[in-house]
Nanobody, 126 residues
Framework: VQLVESGGGLVQTGGSLRISCASSGAVWEDYAIGWWRQAPGKEREGVACIDHGDGSTYYAEAVKGRFTVSSDKAKGTIYLQMDSVKLEDTAVYYC????????????????????WGKGTSVTVSA
């Protein structure tokens, strides 16, 4: 499974940004895709997850109501729409894949994710 993130950049507080994760090399319905982020000096944390087996989505409390995860099977791409961004959303954002049988790790156990992209940087300015 190959994952490539894109779309990061600079955004002002309160603004919006959409980042993307292009996936290949796997049966679409067999995997859940999680968005994770890591801010300088902090541990990597799960942000959002989409289970391509049943379409369920999951969010961390810190982003619930502001971020939306979606995907387009025809394009093989998973998106993270980030609205009402805050300074604390500044981080490198990664997408990661795990078989749907282990979707339970998708937001909670970074070491449980099987495949990772290299990340895209998001900076929120005041």
């Amino acid at each position: 499974v190959q994952l490539v993130e894109s779309g990061g950049g600079l955004v002002q507080t309160g603004g919006s940004l959409r980042i993307s994760c292009a996936s290949s090399g796997a049966v679409w319905e067999d995997y859940a895709i999680g968005w994770w982020r890591q801010a300088p000096g902090k541990e990597r944390e799960g942000v959002a997850c989409i289970d391509h087996g049943d379409g369920s989505t999951y969010y961390a409390e810190a982003v619930k109501g502001r971020f939306t995860v979606s995907s387009d099977k025809a394009k093989g791409t998973i998106y993270l729409q980030m609205d009402s961004v805050k300074l604390e959303d500044t981080a490198v954002y990664y997408c990661a894949a795990v078989p749907v049988q282990r979707t339970w790790v998708c937001l909670s156990h970074a070491h449980g994710m099987d495949y990772w992209g290299k990340g895209t940087s998001v900076t929120v300015s005041a």
